[in-house]
């Protein structure tokens, strides 16, 4: 034999999944959002999301070829998704040099100071996202008109999110009747026809995608359900006692950012607890943090501070609470 | 009823290309290397020295300790050497070696192939039989089966399993030997159950062998107390303790054995080598090996002697393949890497499978991205991810409050692994660091 | 204005002291006396924490090093000799002197030497390796050439050497601290008498196989001929199980037995060159 045999532990032979498929997966997964997004805000949504992605991937290379001196890793997809989510979380007419600002703070304050790809602790996407959101309040809330700012970026029309519309309502003492009719329907939430950030609008096509990183076990159904759930069951019971002053859980659950943080931002991997009854309790956080902020804090919407509030509590989830292991609870019969 | 383990497993590609070739018999090699510690436990020790005639199924090492099993000379001949030889990892150790003649059976042996239903044996006949006869598990963990077969004080057992899952991807051993030898097989089974003093006895075998589940099933009709349950496809169904949890949905405690929830579980092939021991007077000198691989010509199940050089075996399945990048001693999953052709098939070779080279390199190692999978396929509720860790920084008392000494070493975590982070790697790292550190600490 | 200046004094200060008068019952109250000789000896150590002295980190070893009646057994392979002695001049001790050692690499297989049979491809590892087989050259007491003792060193002073795929000690770097020693899984790295100019004469192997099976597997190995045994005028060599073994105290580097080994498993480091070997060199 001229060619030397190959010796290792076992097992010998591979799954075929990586860390690239499971990254591209989940773009797949968003594009569909993001064709529709592009239906809805035109031109605006492409530069947005061309200039996040580009930014992302460019800082992850930069600062790991010239300040880790490691040899980039971006082709595994991960600044990709990264890029991807940053944008769907930016109103479409956010001037270039913001998106710029966020990607940098995303990559490498989010990721890379933790020591890159699985080491963060915070989903770098919303990192970016609430650093331009505390810094640039005025832009960041700023949301075009669907279709008829198609061909404009930073000029489009632009006016406000059903839960902005609804927030400055109820705290102006309007009753929630009057102000259902100053928002867009149920149908029309599903769809994404509403003012929003890039992504966030069409629970239909986020809800697709999710649905298709389910079948290819990108992702498990735990944490989006326990967020789906909490939030109803929160802002249900709100609503039973008091429906004039307060949505219908329904609402709460089409509008807003909360399918797209449910399905894409809080299954986060590296952010998120590692086992399923874990996940429950991660979810049920994220979930009532959002509906305590939306109806009681002081922004409309809260699904990003939820996530990152809850990220940090990753770590303690992870150490207390264990999977049931074989033979622990001997029950016979 | 089609029943499985419930928590975690994985579904490797099976690749059993050798199932539809019936079992041949090897022609006996030119010389064998019969290694002294075939089994779980102390080396046996030899009682022939060099230049001594043997005849086939001779006694020629005895066990000293409890933990042990007896060897037999598996062909006639003159022994060459009774000296250390490089077993499967390459260290050295004893071994009788003999060179091969007409083969001539020890007296009282019965060697043909007549089927000897009859039971006469006592129960403690059975088990000294089996202890003569140096029966080993033949799954592949090869614990001495004697001990097995005695429950101990204060314990009693119900049931009897017998595995015939053969989960392993590959293998298809005891899928011929559940064919060919079935009615062999169910007297093995009643032996068994007469010993353990059991009423049931129930027979697991995974659903992509249904002709194997037929037949057993027809042959079940005939023998008292058997059954035959279909499994579903699903690795490690053959492990001991997700079988009895698929079968008789009973969990063996952390660090029990089943005979703790009432249960004792025997290998096809162990049952058959039972049959073989107590019926015909047979020790066990021959068992059922798969030889097979993606580019082998002819992927065969051979009955093979202890003692002969792997090289043979894929001499006569057609060859060594021009482009072999690894050599493994069972199945992909759990076996073993050789690092040549020379070393002797032993009682816990189930298959030798030959890996192209371009599959034979493992995947590069990224970052850990946390990504549960290997938490979810764990049969044991473990959490490889942390383990691994925890083993790479050497906190051993982390790794053993995580109940590392909990793994089978299934590799179902370094199987999924979107990373190829080498998790199995550490973790066995881990649990030999951790029992030693035990051990110490009990002096 | 002046009122809320004058109330947040009043509230700060009253806070403050009921809160220093808290902070001074608890220490009063949970106090542990130590004894102060245990600073003066730790500050004397050299706060590398490596463990060579068998107890957790310099803190708990000067703990034990006051805590002692009788500190001979008791040593720091890492400090000075001077070092020591002021020790012992602090606890009024009295301790024994000790030669200084270094870490040696008894294990000469360099690929030229030792023929690769096989490729590892597994966890980079020397314990994980060293579990599964006797690694790529086949020789199952010889390096595995993975490393596990470069990364445990504490003190930069032993490297890989990519030409040879062995470790290699720096000298002045070594401590002794014998944190190699503990990690190899093969216990090829000894800790040896440091002579001279780091002069040094080792059996460069540790199998204990017979002549013919050692030599198979690697060319340098020791054959356990005895040639060395019977050439040595100090009887610093003994064989034992195939193998030979210079007694780094006993030896006086005469190097007489070096030019004997027929396999070159002894080796001569930081010595002058020889006049013999320079003449054979030149022919």
Redesign the interface.
Known sequence: ?D?L???????????D???K??MYGVVYALLPALLISVYFFGIGALIVTTISIVSCVAFEYLIQKYLMKSEP?IS?G?ALVTGLLLAFNLPTNLPWWIIVIGALVAIGVGKMTFG????NPFNPALVGRVFLFISFPVQMTSWPEPIVSRLQYTDAVTGATPLAVVKEGLSAGVPMSRLLEQIPGYMELFIGYLPGCTGEISALALLAGGLYMLTRKII?WHIPASIFLSVFIFTGILWLINPYDNADPLFHLLSGGLVLGAVYMATD??T?P??PKGMWIFGIGIGVITVAIRIYGAYPEGVSFAILIMNAFVPLINKYV???????????? | MIQTFP?GG?H??EDKFSAGSPIKVLPLPKTVNIPLSQHIGAPSEPLVKKGDKVKTGQWIAKCKSFVSANVHSSVTGTVTKVDKLMD?????RMAISISTEEDQWEEGIDTSDTLNRNIVATADEIIQKTLDAGIVGLGGATFPSHIKLSVPKGKTADVLIINGAECE?CLTSDHRLMLEKGEELMVGIQLIMKKLNVKKALIGIEKNKPDAINHLSSLAKGFGGTEVRPLKVKYPQGGE?QLI?ALI??????G?LPVD??TVVHNVGTAYAIYEAVQKNKPLIERVVTVTGKDLQTPSNFMVRIGTPVSELIEAAGG?PED?????N?G?????????TDIPVTKGTSGI?L?P?A?????PV????????C??V??????P??LQQASEYKKWDIVEEE?AL?CM?C?SC???????R?L???I??GK?TVSKIIRSRKQ | MSDIVIYSVITVSAMGTAAAIILFMVAKKFNVVEDPRIDLVEEELPAANCGGCGLPGCRAFAEALVRADDISNLKCPVSSSEAMSKIAVILGKEISSQDPLVAVVRCAGSPEYRTK??VY???P?C??SS?????EA?C?HGCLGLGECVEVCKFDAIYMNPETGLPEVIDENCTACNACVIACPRNIIELRKKNKKDRKIYVSCINE?KGGVARKSCKVACIGCGKCVKVCPYEAITLENNLAYIDPFKCKLCRKCAPECPTNAILEINFPVRKQKAEAGAK
Do not use: Q
């Open positions: 034999m060619k045999i190959t010796v290792s532990p076992s097992p010998h032979v591979y799954g999944d990586t860390v498929k499971l890793s595994d991960s890159g790809l699985g080491n498990t991997y590296v998120s590692m086992t264990k999977p049931k292991r074989f033979g622990e609870e001997v029950k016979n019969g | 928590r994985i490797p590609p499967s990892s390459g260290y050295k991807p303790k949890k949905n009973r969990e063996v405690p952390s029990g929830v009432g060594l072999t990048g690894k050599i493994i069972g992909p999953m759990m076996g073993k890497a050789l690092i040549n499978l890996i080279s599959e034979a390199k493992r995947k990224v970052n850990c991205i946390r990504c549960t999978k938490i979810s764990c049969p044991m509720g473990l959490e991810y942390l109940r909990d070493e590799g370094s199987y999924i692994c979107p990373s190829g080498p199995l790697d550490y066995r790292l030999s | 049979t096989n491809d597994g966890t590892s314990t994980i579990t599964l087989y006797t690694g086949g199952p196989e």
